[in-house]
């Protein structure tokens, strides 16, 4: 291979990974900072249609790119669990309210003991990919009634 198309090459694959490299280190892990919080109502709803609905409180600071709070539940299984809806949230370091909806596990889900992970997530920009980081995670044990 001649050496000004392989010099050319790779200058582009380091341009390449230049674009993509983070700006600023990406953050990982339970929590951005202790005023960042998620909490979990102990009771869940079930509508006699099958809605299940679970809410809480949030508290985020500092997001760059679009910020929700989502929220699964699990039931007598420790490695099946369902996904019940999205909030977008507000990062501006004051306590708000979540709710979320989702009808997807009706004929699986039943009253009684549950147990319901919430997470605060912002797509993150970094380079050129939104890239997911953890403002707070919670996993609570909470009862799940009809409504």
């Not at 390449?16 to 339970?30: M, T």
């Not at 509508?47 to 039931?75: E, M």
């Not at 009684?112 to 953890?134: M, N």
Request: charged share 20%; proline share 6%.
């Amino acid at each position: 291979m001649p050496l000004r198309p392989a010099l050319a090459t790779a200058a582009c694959a380091a341009l390449l990974l230049l674009v993509a490299a983070p700006s600023a280190p990406a953050h990982s892990g339970a929590a951005a900072g202790p005023e960042e919080i998620v909490t979990i109502d102990n009771t869940g709803r079930m509508a006699a249609d099958g809605t299940v609905t679970l809410s809480g409180t949030y508290r985020c600071v500092d997001s760059v790119g679009p910020v929700f709070v989502s929220s699964s539940i699990s039931q007598r299984s420790e490695t099946v669990r369902y996904a019940i809806g999205g909030t977008s949230a507000v990062c501006d370091g004051k306590l708000h309210r979540w709710e979320n909806k989702s009808k997807s596990a009706a004929t699986t889900l039943k009253s009684g003991k549950s147990d319901v992970e919430a997470t605060i997530v912002e797509l993150h920009p970094v380079g050129i990919l939104p890239l997911p980081r953890f403002h707070a995670l919670l996993k609570e044990n909470i009862t799940l009634s009809k409504a």
